[in-house]
C-alpha cells in the first residue's frame, strides 16, 4: 500500500495498532483461512477417531474431540456417505470448558455418538507458516495483500494486479488429488445392447 517495509529486526507482533501490525493481522488470517481450505502438506486422509465416554452432567455421552488444530473435517472411506463435521461445541462435557472443537454428526444433528463407535473423516490440520510448501506460502501471502489493500488502500489498479497475482499462485499450488478407485467389474464386457423397435 505504499508503506516502506519495517526495519529489520522490528518486533511485529500483530496485536499493535501500526500498519505492520494490521498486515500481520491480515496474514495471520489468511494463513488460518487459506489453510482451512485443504492441501495435501495438511490434509490427513481416512483417519480413525473413537468416540470416547463422557458422564458430565451425570448422564454418558460418546463424543469425539478433535485437536485445537483442525480446520475442516470430512467424513470419509466407509463413513463417507455420512456428514461428519467440525463444529465447536460450546460446553465439553467433562470441565464444561468452552469451545471444544469435537465431530459433530450433522445428519443426526448431535456430538453424541451413543457409543464407543470407530468413524473415519479427513482431516484439515493448521500448519506453522514456515512449514507450508513455497508455493502455499506464495498462495497464502497473496490473498492477504489483496484483502489488506482492499482495506486500506482501495486502489482499483493495484486491486487488478493483486488479484491477477493471487490467481497465478492459487492455479500454481498443488492440489489434493480426487480419489478416484473404482471397484472392478462395473459395467457389461460387451456393453448394453439396443434395443430393436417395431413401429
Given at each position: 500500500i505504499g508503506e516502506h517495509p519495517a526495519a529489520a529486526g522490528s518486533s511485529i507482533t500483530?496485536?499493535?495498532?501500526?500498519i505492520y501490525d494490521r498486515a500481520k493481522n491480515f496474514l495471520d488470517r489468511e494463513n488460518t483461512f487459506v489453510q482451512a481450505w485443504g492441501w495435501p502438506e495438511n490434509t490427513l486422509v481416512a483417519q480413525a477417531k473413537t468416540a470416547v465416554a463422557s458422564t458430565g452432567g451425570g448422564s454418558s455421552a460418546f463424543y469425539i474431540v478433535l485437536p485445537t488444530t483442525v480446520l475442516q473435517a470430512k467424513s470419509s472411506g466407509p463413513d463417507g456417505h455420512r456428514s461428519l463435521v467440525l463444529r465447536t461445541d460450546s460446553v465439553d462435557g467433562d470441565d464444561g470448558a468452552a469451545a471444544t472443537p469435537k465431530l459433530f454428526d450433522a445428519n443426526e444433528g448431535t456430538f453424541n455418538f451413543a457409543s464407543e463407535v470407530t468413524v473415519f473423516v479427513d482431516l484439515v490440520e493448521q500448519l506453522d507458516f514456515e512449514k507450508c510448501s513455497p508455493?502455499?506460502?506464495q498462495a497464502i501471502v497473496d490473498q492477504a495483500k489483496v484483502k489488506f489493500q482492499r482495506r486500506y488502500q482501495n486502489?482499483?489498479?493495484?486491486?487488478?494486479?493483486?488479484?491477477?497475482?493471487a490467481m497465478v499462485s492459487d492455479i500454481r499450488t498443488p492440489r489434493n488429488k480426487p480419489s478416484m478407485a473404482q471397484p472392478p467389474n462395473i459395467q457389461p464386457v460387451f456393453g448394453q445392447q439396443p434395443q430393436s423397435r417395431e413401429d
Open positions: 500483530g496485536t499493535g495498532t501500526s508455493l502455499l506460502q486502489s482499483a489498479a493495484a486491486e487488478a494486479g493483486l488479484v491477477q497475482e
